[in-house]
């Protein structure tokens, strides 16, 4: 059994009393067609949650997800994802468009006085996509070249040995700036990564 469903359990000891054992079985990685994600087609499902994400949630949702799948979820104030990979996933997708991604018009941003760059929520090579505005947003330059860049470069570090559960949950603060907090777990639930970053331009949120 995979240990993310052994953390469930935990969580939750009485959900998988009535599930036949042949339906607990190893998770499947998606069938990607490579030809067709170099020509932006996105290489993860993501499913859209009617409510906002949390730890717990995030958690005994994905435990018995197939790799490369996740959960997405987007209101006035919040925008979440959540997305299980296999080992070495950052490294799939090469291909790059700034055309692609120049045209996109994200869902969040800073306003236009300010500088931004349009930025994955979890990096291009784990998912393949320039344009998907589930995943890429505004954020301050700065941050997305400095700190959040370095943060990501960890994580693939991380996940070139470990199959990871990586959390990005993005909230508009009362004052109109944002923050954006970045998790990531690995197969036995242990918290590898955990950082967040305050973007205190006034945000577009749509």
């Not at 949390?54 to 949702?61: A, F, G, I, S, T």
């Not at 954006?180 to 970053?197: I, N, P, T």
Request: a positive charge; charged letters at 25%.
């Amino acid at each position: 059994m995979h240990l993310f469903r052994r953390i469930s359990m935990w969580l939750t000891p009485y959900k998988y009393d009535n599930i036949p054992e042949e339906a607990l079985q190893p998770r499947k990685k998606l069938a990607v067609n490579w030809a067709s994600v170099r020509h932006g087609q996105l290489g993860v499902e993501l499913s859209t949650h009617a409510g906002p994400l949390n730890d717990q949630l995030v958690l005994e949702k994905l435990s018995s997800a197939d790799y490369d799948h996740g959960l997405y979820h987007h209101d006035r104030g919040l925008h979440q994802v959540a997305i299980y990979f296999p080992k070495n996933a950052g490294v799939r997708y090469h291909f790059r468009s700034n055309k692609n991604r120049k045209k996109l018009r994200p869902m969040l941003y800073p306003k236009a006085y300010k500088s931004f760059d349009r930025t994955h929520v979890i990096p291009l090579g784990f998912h393949g996509s320039e344009n998907d505005r589930r995943l890429v947003v505004g954020w301050n330059s700065q941050l997305n070249r400095g700190p959040m860049n370095k943060f990501e470069g960890e994580v693939k570090r991380i996940n070139q040995s470990v199959e990871i559960l990586w959390y990005v949950s993005i909230h508009l603060e009362t004052d109109g700036t944002a923050v954006w907090q970045s998790k990531v777990w690995d197969a036995s639930g242990s918290l590898r990564k955990d950082a967040s970053w305050h973007d205190n331009s006034q945000f577009v949120w749509r």
